[in-house]
């Protein structure tokens, strides 16, 4: 419709059926989805036996219902998941660092006190929050800025009277 409206060429009509046979070749991939949430939701798994489930299940399509990987590419998919885990796991071991060496020197202690003396109000102190993590989220990698900042600034959420949830609403989009 819109390639019609804007002149674009088509290449086809759309048609009902076209979906429908879409949908059929896909149903065992639109199948993982159900699986993890429905098991997580059920309580049948955690959310990391539902990464274990999801992963047995992802193989097994892959390998027997839509035949896109061969057993001779697991051992190399394996050790490239390796090795992604491990940088992750070392960035992440890093911040922890940082983040205890930042408490044991009293940083968020003086962050409260210099936040305090700038405003009480809380809309303030939130728009202070996003800007930092605007630019947190630019210079951090993702995975470590909030085990960083996230000890620093749980007591100033609490003092400001910020919902925990929003905080971490606001962290996860701006560090986005």
């Given amino acids: 419709w819109m390639a019609k409206r804007q002149g674009l060429p088509v290449e086809r009509q759309f048609s009902i059926g076209d979906v429908v046979s879409t949908a059929s070749r896909a149903g065992w991939?639109?199948?993982?989805p159900v699986i993890i949430l429905g098991g997580i939701l059920l309580g049948w798994f955690t959310v990391t036996?539902?990464?274990v489930v999801a992963?047995?299940?992802?193989?097994?399509?892959?390998?027997?219902?839509y035949r896109e990987l061969k057993w001779s590419d697991l051992p190399r998919i394996l050790v490239e998941?390796?090795?992604?885990?491990?940088?992750v796991m070392i960035v992440i071991g890093m911040a922890a660092v940082f983040a205890w060496l930042l408490t044991s020197q009293q940083i968020p202690l003086q962050v409260a006190q210099w936040l305090a003396g700038i405003s009480t109000q809380t809309w303030f102190f939130l728009l202070?929050?996003?800007l930092a993590f605007l630019?947190?989220?630019a210079v951090f990698e993702v995975t470590a800025a909030p085990i960083m900042t996230v000890p620093i600034l749980m007591p100033l959420v609490?003092?400001?009277n910020v919902d925990?949830?929003?905080?971490?609403v606001l962290l996860t989009a701006n560090l986005g």
């Fill in 49 to 51: 036996e539902a990464a």
């Fill in 158 to 160: 609490a003092q400001y």
């Fill in 135 to 137: 630019l947190i989220g």
């Fill in 81 to 87: 998941s390796g090795a992604t885990t491990g940088a």
């Fill in 128 to 130: 202070l929050i996003n």
């Fill in 29 to 32: 991939a639109l199948m993982m």
């Fill in 55 to 65: 992963f047995v299940y992802g193989a097994f399509v892959a390998l027997f219902v």
């Fill in 164 to 168: 925990p949830v929003h905080f971490g």
